[in-house]
């Protein structure tokens, strides 16, 4: 791994503070003590930003963004793309646990699927792009798990089951728990087998646990599918989804896939949290 360059890392520590201060202007002498520089490394600095039009000097000496880094950033802005940042993420884990991962967006009463990725044993039965889930069965809701807990009371009411039903009990409990974990995971029953594997859709729900509360360690499992959620600042951007695992896993692994999950679900989180703030401050 290469090191990282000191004079780099100062020149983007320099950007870094007019960025999240996109309004202000800063002197020499703001900048020194603001990011505890030397002021002659400082000065040159601004003198080489103000010269490529990154920074401006204003006639009284005072530092303001520049044409050149508000051009970045428009042009970053109309590029910019949330699947962008996730399909790099989705490729890792779809190469290490040889699954398919998919990018799974809220449009009205449906889930879409927006991308994938799939390992070298799946490559031929990759879902189509554009596929659609509809929400409104009592398991298809599983992805609102993380949203706001008025929209999963009326998401809730709006499913056509009895509410004092053991299934409806379930989901509830599931979507408790993956908002505990941070991640949703199912398990097939032992009565699975590889022909369900391309059986219509509601017959492979009919043999899917959905739902273990405690896992064992040391049992062993088939993992069916887990999900996580990716955040922006107004809630639940998208979820990603992690299927179609070949081989039986214990809780142990489950609990270490799903970490590998979430983290990837966070970096992309810390991502669109960033390029939101950006945003607002512009």
Avoid at 3 to 20: D, H, K, Q
Avoid at 196 to 215: G, I, S
């Amino acid at each position: 791994m290469s090191r990282p360059s000191p004079a780099a890392a100062r020149t983007i520590a320099v950007l870094n503070f007019f960025v999240e201060h996109p309004t202000q202007a800063f002197t020499l002498t703001d900048l020194v003590k603001s990011l505890r520089l030397s002021r002659a490394t400082c000065h040159a600095l601004l003198a080489t930003l103000v010269d490529t039009g990154y920074l401006y000097r204003k006639p009284d000496k005072s530092y303001v963004i520049g044409p050149a880094l508000v051009a970045a950033g428009r042009t970053a802005r109309a590029y910019y793309s949330p699947l962008e940042i996730a399909r790099e993420e989705m490729r890792s884990l779809a190469d290490e646990y040889d699954a398919i991962c998919t990018a799974l967006f809220r449009e009205k009463e449906e889930i879409v699927l927006r991308d994938r990725a799939g390992g070298m044993s799946h490559l031929g039965w990759l879902p189509p792009i554009g596929q659609r889930i509809n929400m409104m069965t009592l398991w298809g809701g599983l992805s609102l798990a993380w949203e706001s807990d008025a929209t999963i009371l009326d998401w809730i009411n709006r499913v056509e089951i009895d509410p004092a039903s053991e299934e409806r009990a379930r989901a509830l409990d599931a979507m408790r728990a993956a908002r505990e974990r941070g991640y949703f995971f199912a398990v097939r029953q032992d009565s699975w087998s590889n022909e369900l594997a391309h059986a219509p859709l509601e017959e492979r729900r009919e043999h899917t646990n959905l739902f273990v509360r405690d896992l064992d360690d040391d049992r062993s499992y088939t993992l069916s599918f887990m999900m996580a959620p990716v955040m922006d600042k107004k809630g639940v951007a998208f979820v990603i989804t992690l299927s179609a695992l070949r081989h039986d896993v214990t809780g142990a692994q489950i609990k270490q896939t799903a970490r590998s999950l979430v983290d990837a679900c966070n970096r992309v989180s810390a991502f669109l949290l960033r390029a939101d703030i950006d945003s607002d401050e512009d």
